[in-house]
């Protein structure tokens, strides 16, 4: 039995068993690579509950049902929360000067109606949903025609409920262009940036593990990025169907560049690796549905 005392890394039959759990949850995959890492977070979680091996850990979690926060906990210290507002520019220089001007003069031509629905799937801490209102108050104006509507999700409920207090530090904020953060952010004294309640009333967040279907009316554009590339194919797909259902046909996708997702959805036009459009029907992961 190691004890958290002598600092050992999981034994490679316990990072096993460990990767299993994380897998058949959330369809994360941790590599031997990881080891370190893991080892380092989950002696935090031991230090937190006065365990003195691995093993009690993971017996623990065993256990426990699977809404018990101690699964949160878990996740929470083996997933990579980074992110920040306006990460990855041409995805935003898109979103401003392509996309929301389109549907502003399809809105004003009356050849779609004046709503825009937008899931951040894999939000974490909700910086990528606030990015998205800031562009859609930004570019659909007059905004009070307008019915737009941010939703934010993630696995963790820490993330989320981080991501409810819609407020950012420095470092987080530091891609904001200078007329966003005075329009749509108040400078709090602690030196934060909070949303200002326009912004605020545009997004929602909740919590929801991607492998699983989403409840709610369809998107008209989902971003879901820098979380594939933590999954397997099989998981890959399982992700995929899931956001392909949530897209209304027409919708459009966007993924990160790096998210290796081409070969699994064919039938989406690709204009680039990271943009996608949903076929005009909707679609499954096997085929399109008639
Ligand atoms: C690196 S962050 C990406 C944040 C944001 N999309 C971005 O690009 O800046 C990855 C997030 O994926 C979430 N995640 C991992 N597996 C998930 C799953 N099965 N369902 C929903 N979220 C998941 C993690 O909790 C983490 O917050």
């Not at 990528?128 to 934010?152: H, Q, Y």
């Not at 593990?209 to 009316?217: A, G, H, I, S």
């Amino acid at each position: 039995m190691i004890t958290v005392s002598q600092n050992a890394d999981v034994t490679p039959q316990q990072l096993d068993r460990y990767a299993r759990l994380v897998y058949e949850k959330i369809g994360v995959t941790i590599s031997a690579q990881k080891t370190t890492l893991l080892s380092n977070r989950l002696r935090r979680r031991l230090r937190a509950l006065n365990l003195d091996c691995y093993d009690a850990y993971y017996e623990l979690l065993r256990k426990v049902a699977a809404d018990d926060p101690e699964w949160d906990e878990f996740l929470n210290e083996v997933t990579t929360h980074e992110t920040y507002l306006f990460r990855d520019e041409t995805h935003w220089n898109w979103l401003r000067n392509v996309y929301l001007p389109q549907i502003l003069l399809e809105g004003r031509a009356g050849r779609r109606p004046k709503s825009l629905r937008v899931w951040s799937a894999a939000c974490s801490t909700g910086d990528e949903a606030t990015s998205i209102a800031c562009c859609a108050a930004d570019r659909l104006t007059p905004m009070n025609e307008w019915k737009i509507e941010v939703f934010g999700s993630d696995v963790g409920a820490g993330a989320v409920a981080q991501a409810r207090k819609l407020t950012f530090g420095e470092r987080a904020m530091r891609l904001v262009p200078a007329d966003h953060k005075r329009r749509f952010f108040d400078r709090l004294t602690d030196g934060t940036h909070a949303a200002k309640p326009m912004l605020r009333e545009l997004v929602r967040f909740e919590t929801h593990n991607l492998l699983y279907p989403l409840k709610q009316p369809a998107f008209d554009l989902i971003f879901l990025k820098n979380v594939l590339i933590y999954f397997d194919v099989a998981s890959k797909r399982k992700v995929l169907e899931t956001v392909r259902r949530a897209l209304k046909p027409g919708g459009m996708l966007v993924t990160g560049a790096a998210e290796g997702v081409a070969e699994l959805i064919k039938d989406m036009e690709s204009t680039s690796g990271w943009l996608h459009r949903s076929p005009m029907r909707a679609a499954t992961a096997s085929g399109v549905r008639t």
